[in-house]
């Protein structure tokens, strides 16, 4: 039979274990959920000032963005510049970030979800991923940014 002083040390670790993993796994929960807001807060900045400026504001300076027969755009200057000679009235990207994981280091992060473009006449949906990196302020920026038009335009009625 083991003796007392070895069962209160095991307790003593497991129960130590236990706390530490469950702050540690608290500490995740709360910066996926930080930087799914972030994605949320960017869609809707998006409807709400345009493509161009919310993809400057929520883009860190050396972002990269990959579309679809282009070469990668580079910094966040670059992509507004795109966005703003692209961009036209009444056009309206939004998006819905699905899934969100973040590195142990809690400074680095994903998301995936899907997007919709609505255009005067059209409505296109596709997926897109997007990696998070946290800035000097410790606010959550794009360092990476793709979308695939997989999921094509929708039928009018």
């Avoid at 994605?39 to 929520?58: H, I, P, T």
């Avoid at 000679?85 to 994903?110: C, F, G, R």
């Avoid at 997926?127 to 410790?138: A, L, M």
Wanted: glycine share 6%; hydrophobic share 35%; proline share 3%.
């Amino acid at each position: 039979m083991p003796n007392k002083n070895c069962i209160q040390i095991c307790l003593f670790l497991i129960l130590t274990w236990s706390l530490i993993s469950c702050g540690r796994s608290t500490s995740l929960i709360d910066a996926c959920n930080s930087v799914l807001e972030t994605d949320r807060a960017f869609s809707a900045y998006s409807q709400e000032y345009g493509m161009a400026e919310s993809f400057y504001k929520y883009a860190s300076s050396k972002a990269v963005m990959l579309r679809d027969n282009s070469y990668p755009i580079i910094g966040n200057e670059k992509i507004k510049t795109l966005l703003s000679s692209a961009e036209k009235t009444n056009h309206i990207l939004t998006w819905e970030p699905q899934y969100a994981d973040v590195s142990s280091s809690m400074d680095m992060a994903y998301t995936y979800g899907y997007y919709k473009y609505i255009t005067p006449d059209s409505t296109y949906r596709g997926c897109y991923v997007s990696i998070w990196k946290k800035d000097i302020n410790n606010q959550w920026k794009f360092v990476f940014d793709a979308g695939s038009s997989g999921l094509g335009k929708e039928k009018s009625e």
